[in-house]
């Protein structure tokens, strides 16, 4: 089993930049694939990233594409999302959660762990 904790949420204006953390216990982080999810007030869950496990593979939103990016540290059991230009409509409490796999999913329902979620506000 894993335990995921978010962090790095907060308020910030419009081009601004914020980086979420995601760290993980137990020393299977490796074997998982990691990703992002968000979702706002009155909408689905959407998918944000996801990663492979050793990191070869991205895949990205294409509302997000070209700001953000994940990355994952294996030493440290973390995950992170660097997201940069940030927009009003990414307002979002954003989730990470880890996959199994094998294979890399954008879909919510194939992951099998996910975190309480971090609030990002994003003023205009």
């Known amino acids: 089993q894993v335990q995921l904790v978010e962090s790095g949420g907060g308020l910030v204006q419009a081009g601004g930049s914020l980086r979420l953390s995601c760290a993980a216990s137990g020393r299977t982080f490796s074997r998982y694939v990691m990703g992002w999810f968000r979702q706002a007030p009155g909408k689905e869950r959407e998918f944000v990233s996801t990663i492979s496990q050793t990191a070869s593979i991205t895949y990205y939103a294409d509302s997000v594409k070209d700001r953000f990016t994940i990355s994952r540290d294996n030493a440290k059991n973390t995950v992170y999302l660097q997201m940069n230009s940030l927009k009003p409509e990414d307002t979002a409490v954003y989730y990470c959660?880890?996959?199994?796999?094998?294979?890399?999913?954008?879909?919510?329902?194939?992951?099998?762990?996910w975190g309480q979620g971090t609030q990002v506000t994003v003023s205009s």
């Open positions: 959660a880890a996959d199994l796999g094998p294979m890399i999913s954008r879909a919510p329902g194939r992951y099998d762990y």
